[in-house]
């Protein structure tokens, strides 16, 4: 069964730097696009990164210079690393991987990344 | 950037009745739309991918329609399962965007 497992999140204060994980069972990480997907308390989803299979990598504009998207493939592993935070960005923070239509078809139950003073 | 606005943003309906959602994308995303279902506290589900296919394991009460800039989500039998929010996501061009949502509550 495909498992994602998010971990990383807490409270960081406004300006600092953060690495979420996202551990994927019964699946290769390399095979698939894996995103990044967060939803900040009462509010929509926004995607947010995709690290293709190739490797190439997009992120939203709103992050895009400030989070950067990579895999371990011995470890089976995507990360998020998250730099220079501010309080908008403050949300759960889903890890997501595609089906066969490159839509969300898998995802975890988050982490919650907190940025307060 | 794409922007998908869905409508309505609230809808009211009761067990058993036929609801539609609509999308509606500022440029065309051929047909590279899917829906999700997102229950309180709960990671979103995936319902449907490239504008019509379900997802293996929805119900088929679900279905989605639509091409280029306009798509529907249509339940044909409301169950108290579905009451829930809905988003619909472009994948056609980066950056992938969501609609706002649309809320299903009980009437």
């Known amino acids: 069964e495909v498992r994602l497992v998010e971990s990383g999140g807490g409270l960081i204060q406004p300006g600092g730097s953060l690495r979420l994980s996202c551990v994927a069972s019964?699946?290769?990480?390399?095979?698939?696009?894996m995103s990044w997907v967060r939803q900040a308390p009462g509010k929509g989803l926004e995607w947010v990164s995709v690290?293709?299979?190739?490797?190439?990598?997009f992120y939203a504009d709103s992050v895009k210079g400030r989070f950067f998207i990579s895999r371990d493939n011995s470890k089976n592993t995507v990360y998020l690393q998250l730099n220079s935070l501010r309080a908008e960005d403050t949300a759960l923070y889903y890890c997501?991987?595609?089906?066969?239509?490159?839509?969300?078809?898998?995802w975890g139950q988050g982490t919650l990344v907190t940025v307060s003073s | 950037d794409i922007q998908m606005t869905q409508s309505p943003s609230t809808l009211s309906a009761s067990v058993g009745d036929r609801i539609t959602i609509t999308c509606r994308a500022s440029?065309?995303?051929?047909?590279?739309l899917a829906w999700y279902q997102q229950k309180p506290g709960k990671a979103p589900k995936h319902l449907i991918y490239?504008?019509?296919s379900l997802e293996s394991g929805v119900p088929s009460r679900f279905s989605g329609s639509g091409s280029g800039t306009e798509f529907t989500l249509t339940i044909s039998s409301l169950q108290p399962d579905d009451f829930a929010t809905y988003y619909c996501?472009?994948?056609?061009?980066?950056?992938?965007?969501f609609g706002q949502g649309t809320k299903v509550e009980i009437k």
């Open positions: 019964d699946f290769t990480v390399s095979s698939y696009y």
């Open positions: 490239k504008a019509s």
């Open positions: 997501a991987r595609d089906g066969s239509g490159r839509s969300f078809q898998h």
């Open positions: 440029q065309s995303v051929n047909s590279w």
């Open positions: 690290i293709h299979g190739g490797g190439s990598t």
């Open positions: 996501q472009q994948y056609n061009n980066y950056p992938w965007t």
